[in-house]
């Protein structure tokens, strides 16, 4: 029995590769101070991504996410942690110019959802949580700004 690849799946992630320079908004709509910015590439396996992102702000974690697929099922996960121990999994999709990310459970749900620009220079988002598991409100705005 043949089993699908992850060539096409993992064609799904390429625009999500590449050096970004981070901005955040909260959800009173006022940018968070200091510079932040990501770096998205191919694990030396070519079948995971791998994010590393950072901040200039103590109430924001810097983290490590790791990406992979499921061409079997056609399903996406993330692997997160930061530097305050906060480990988390979040399911994924990436569709032509959308990338959600979500998750349940304790102690809140999560999700994010982003537009990926026609010319992929920009990845604008919104995170959003529900601590009572289903009445969602905005986190904040994070948009990913290519750096050449």
């Known amino acids: 029995m043949?089993?699908?690849?992850a060539?096409?799946?993992l064609k799904r992630l390429e625009p999500l590769v590449g050096n970004w320079r981070l901005e955040a908004r909260g959800s009173?709509?006022?940018p968070w101070p200091g510079k932040a910015g990501a770096t998205i590439e191919w694990h030396d396996s070519k079948a995971h991504l791998i994010e590393r992102s950072w901040v200039e702000m103590?109430?924001?974690?810097?983290?490590i996410k790791i990406i992979g697929c499921d061409p079997a099922n056609g399903t996406?996960?993330?692997?997160?942690?930061?530097?305050?121990g906060v480990c988390r999994i979040y399911q994924m999709s990436i569709?032509?110019?959308?990338?959600?990310?979500w998750r349940d459970g304790d102690p809140f749900a999560q999700?994010?959802?982003?537009?990926?620009?026609?010319?992929?220079?920009?990845?604008a988002g919104?995170?959003?949580l529900a601590e009572d598991g289903s009445n969602f409100k905005t986190d904040f705005d994070l948009t990913y700004r290519r750096i050449e």
């Open 76 to 84: 996406y996960v993330q692997l997160y942690s930061d530097d305050r």
């Open 126 to 128: 919104r995170w959003e």
């Open 28 to 30: 009173d709509g006022e």
């Open 7 to 9: 060539e096409e799946a």
């Open 95 to 101: 569709e032509e110019r959308e990338w959600r990310l």
């Open 111 to 123: 999700r994010f959802t982003a537009e990926i620009s026609p010319d992929g220079r920009a990845i």
């Open 2 to 5: 043949s089993q699908p690849t």
């Open 58 to 63: 103590p109430e924001a974690p810097n983290g």
